[in-house]
């Protein structure tokens, strides 16, 4: 029963994740001959459609009462540093990425062409 419990769980997880941003998937339970539970988006002999209509990405949970809360002031020297911090990651990745073009190694050009990718995609978000 244990083993069951632990298997179920992650898969419960795995699907709730998943209809978040899938809310059309079709999902499928199915029982085998030793009450093993699988849950898989193909359909199995024997498996049974799961109707779901979208409930797991309506689920909200309430904020805490004791969840500590930040002033607006605060935050916003927060988001300057995190910025302040970003900028002279991308300005180190630039450089880096000048140095490896210079000495022709493309492992490390890729690299800092994708660390500067995902650093200009994380300003963005500022």
């Known amino acids: 029963m244990r083993i ?13 994740t998943s209809m978040a941003t899938v ?17 898989t988006n193909t359909h199995l002999n024997g498996a049974k459609k799961i109707n779901l209509n979208g409930t797991l990405s309506k689920v909200k949970m309430a904020t805490p009462k004791n969840f500590p ?16 911090i970003l ?16 000495t022709l190694k493309k492992d490390d050009v890729s690299l800092h062409n994708r660390n500067i990718l995902a650093l200009k995609k994380e300003l963005t978000s500022l």
């Open 4 to 16: 069951r419990f632990l298997v179920v769980i992650p898969v419960l997880m795995l699907i709730g």
């Open 69 to 84: 809360r930040v002033n607006r002031e605060t935050q916003e020297k927060r988001n300057l540093k995190r910025l302040n």
């Open 23 to 39: 809310t059309s998937a079709e999902v499928y339970r199915h029982v085998d001959k030793n009450g093993k539970v699988t849950y």
């Open 87 to 102: 900028k002279d990651e991308l300005a180190t990745e630039e450089k880096l990425l000048s140095n490896a073009k210079q």
